[in-house]
């Protein structure tokens, strides 16, 4: 599974494998709930990273940045996709909960 993240990520995966990832995240609820996210927390938050993260762009894996330089985008993004303060707190905390892991160096993302 980490490998099909690493695709998302990069932009390399194929239909099939983000049809998979999807399956993943909506058989993988709990996932959330360790690390203290509700079931129907983790649900809606999987629901608004496809829904408004990769409608738009590739899921970018938040390890290559800085923290300062992910919170600096996901201000930006929270702006062009509207998000209400509510998604964006709850949108924020399921991905340094279960996407987050130590800190690397800075990467910026392609245009």
Request: glycine residues 6%.
């Amino acid at each position: 599974m980490d490998l099909l993240k690493i695709q998302l990520v990069r932009g390399k995966a194929g239909p099939l494998a983000i049809a998979f990832m999807a399956m993943m995240f909506a058989l993988s609820p709990q996932l959330g709930a360790a690390n203290g996210l509700s079931s129907k927390e983790t649900q809606a938050a999987q629901k608004l990273y496809t829904g408004k993260c990769a409608k738009c762009h590739k899921l970018y894996d938040p390890n290559g940045y800085e923290p300062e330089r992910w919170e600096l985008w996901m201000q930006k993004m929270k702006k062009k996709s509207k998000l209400k303060p509510d998604q964006f707190d709850l949108l924020s905390r399921y991905i340094d909960t279960n996407l987050r892991a130590e800190t690397k160096p800075d990467i910026k993302p392609k245009p």
